[in-house]
């Protein structure tokens, strides 16, 4: 209470024009005065965004990228393991028939030779055994001495093709050894087949080749073992990120191949790097991955790429080679990154509306908050806020409406002392100026109506409610240095000497040199200080001319001389009404503004000055704001008495 009192007499110090808009001012400046707005609802919405997707955004990339290596990873192991598979199925295929052909071989040796062969019924044993493995296309007895003795099946190999590749391995028989030719193409093409011959021993000491066993087997088993379970082309495996496993032989040229034309057509597959790498290590290494690019409709293509030996014999190796298309084959990681990405959207999305929904929730509040703020900062208290909440803003809300009360009041109060201390401003200066003229009893209520007469010019003139108000303070106050001149003198009945009239022009320095000395009353001191100068520079105190006088003192000056010549004096009568504006017309340019005499004119003309009346056009208010229109106010003239010259 202390500290709002002290504050009451601080603001009642103020001028009035000040005192009305104080704390107005401060809010307005509080509110207006700061950087861009940001609202809260985008800041709410943008947190949930960070901390609601964000986050599954980044898991959902880095765990697509840890999948990616561990698929790359898992691919390539199997890849790897898929060749030594193939390999050992084709070395088991292999052993498979070697043991066939070395098993005839060692029965002959046994036996005491392939005479065995000339007994009836051998060869159709030998017929026999073909029908009986679907993998044998070709088996024959080759005697050192004698006929050979071959069966062989008709629809899968000619005559003279067996006679080839019998011609072929025997060629290359040299001591007891297993011998193995390279798979190759027979019946023009349409199968492939693999040469296998093991020499019958025999002699005195068993250590002379007396005869050979020769088979010629299908590769058939080869292909099926590196083809897929489906009828897409080499490319088109690829494109679905599948392996393509084929089989080459010592030359890099393909023996066993998903798609049938390219081995058959013995393709060189040397332009594969992987195919090179083994070619220069198979002999050393069993198996190995080997990744590499191959350039495929002009892009380069990053590929997985793994090979395999399968040892058919001591001098028989075939190479098990799997490609596949690396991109591809971890299509699942893109798949999981779509996802990735589909799944932030979506959830981007929810956020953001239920987000949206519960940030409007949150933010409806603080909008009510801040629209109140701006309307107490344009001086309307007269609404409040509501906000139906439990919580902390519920809380705030009705903090707000306690504080938008207490300030309502406040700003009541101060409206209220700021009038107080108007009025006894303004009961001050009439006493003042009721002073002063009391000082002679032929001036009562001079001042009074030199201030009346002064509104109504000023009004005249249109000149703005709050320059009104000072013009007529100041017509109040424009006497107030005859309170420093002597009663003799301010009194005397008859007219003045030329040393006593020389004193008597001393009262506007007094009145400046009294009044000067109080802040306030700073804005009144023109119309006091120099309502007795003229236009034509032969006025007093200072002899200013022209546009150097302000419009307050013009306006007192005509005022002042209107009610002098228009009142009893005791050496003269008052003039009549119209005499005394056709005398104070003819002073227009040498003592008296021309527009401030028309305003005075017009105000006679049209009655709003009329003998012992004033009407105002408007009532005035201290601060400057326009008034709405009221009925025009009449205001009597205080009877006059004989009054003496001022």
């Not at 003592?591 to 028309?598: F, G, K, N, T």
Request: glycine share 8%; proline share 5%; charged share 25%.
């Amino acid at each position: 209470m202390e500290k709002r009192h002290l504050f009451l007499q601080l603001f009642r110090a103020c001028p009035d024009e000040v005192q009305s808009s104080t704390l107005i001012a401060v809010l307005h400046s509080v509110m207006s005065d700061r950087p861009g707005r940001i609202r809260l609802l985008y800041i709410v919405l943008g947190m949930l965004l960070v901390v609601g997707v964000l986050p599954i955004a980044l898991a959902g990339w880095q765990l697509s990228d840890r999948s990616a290596v561990e698929l790359g990873s898992v691919e390539r192991r199997y890849q790897a393991q898929l060749v030594q598979d193939k390999a050992r199925q084709i070395e088991l295929y292999g052993q498979r028939y070697r043991d066939v052909v070395m098993g005839l071989a060692q029965a002959f040796e046994l036996a005491g030779g392939v005479r065995v062969l000339n007994a009836e019924g051998s060869d159709a044993r030998l017929r026999k055994a073909l029908q009986n493995d679907q993998n044998l296309i070709a088996l024959s007895i080759e005697p050192v001495q004698g006929e050979p003795h071959r069966a062989f099946q008709m629809d899968a190999i000619s005559r003279e093709e067996v006679d080839e590749r019998v011609g072929e391995v025997l060629a290359l028989m040299n001591g007891g050894g297993l011998v193995l030719s390279r798979p190759k193409v027979i019946r023009s093409g349409q199968e492939m087949a693999l040469t296998i011959a093991a020499p019958v021993m025999g002699g005195p000491n068993g250590d002379e080749v007396v005869a050979a066993v020769v088979a010629i087997v299908s590769f058939r088993e080869v292909f099926k073992a590196v083809q897929q379970q489906s009828t897409m082309t080499e490319r088109e495996l690829l494109d679905a990120g599948l392996p393509v496993v084929f089989v080459v032989d010592n030359e890099g040229r393909a023996v066993a191949h998903p798609d049938e034309r390219i081995a058959f057509s013995q393709k060189p597959m040397t332009d594969l790097k992987v195919v090179q790498d083994w070619q220069e290590t198979g002999t050393q290494v069993q198996s190995a991955l080997a990744p590499f690019t191959v350039v495929r409709d002009g892009k380069e293509i990053e590929m997985i790429g793994s090979y395999a030996t399968a040892e058919l014999g001591r001098n028989s190796r075939l190479g098990v080679i799997a490609i596949q298309d690396e991109r591809a084959a971890l299509a699942s990681v893109a798949d999981m990154r779509r996802q990735t990405f589909v799944i932030s959207l979506a959830s981007a999305t929810f956020a953001i509306l239920i987000g949206f929904f519960f940030a409007k929730k949150l933010t409806k509040p603080v909008q009510e908050l801040a629209a109140g703020a701006h309307r107490i900062a344009a001086g309307d208290f007269s609404q409040r806020i509501n906000i139906n909440s439990r919580t902390e803003l519920g809380e705030l809300g009705a903090s707000f409406n306690l504080m938008t009360d207490k300030i309502e009041r406040f700003i009541s109060d101060l409206q209220r002392a700021a009038d107080e201390n108007r009025e006894l401003f303004l009961g001050t200066v009439k006493g003042l100026a009721a002073a002063i003229d009391g000082k002679d009893p032929y001036t009562r209520g001079h001042s009074e109506r030199v201030s009346r007469f002064s509104v109504a010019i000023a009004q005249g003139l249109d000149l703005p409610d709050d320059e009104v108000e000072k013009i007529r303070i100041s017509a109040l106050l424009h006497d107030v240095g005859k309170i420093g001149i002597d009663d003799n003198i301010l009194k005397k009945p008859a007219a003045l000497t030329d040393e006593e009239f020389e004193v008597m022009k001393q009262h506007p320095q007094k009145g400046y040199k009294i009044m000067s000395q109080i802040p306030a009353m700073k804005e009144f001191l023109p119309g006091m200080y120099m309502h007795h100068e003229m236009v034509n520079g032969q006025g007093y105190p200072q002899g200013l001319k022209g546009e150097e006088i302000p419009l307050q003192a013009l306006i007192v000056s005509v005022a002042d001389t209107f009610d002098a010549m228009t009142t009893d004096r005791p050496y003269q009568r008052a003039m009549k009404f119209e005499e005394a504006l056709a005398r104070i017309k003819s002073f227009v340019g040498t003592r008296y503004d021309e527009h401030v005499v028309a305003s005075l004119m017009a105000a006679c003309e049209s009655g709003q000055i009329t003998p012992g009346r004033v009407r105002l056009k408007r009532p005035l208010k201290a601060n400057g704001s326009k008034p709405s229109p009221t009925p025009i106010q009449e205001q009597p003239l205080t009877p006059q008495a004989p009054l003496t010259v001022a």
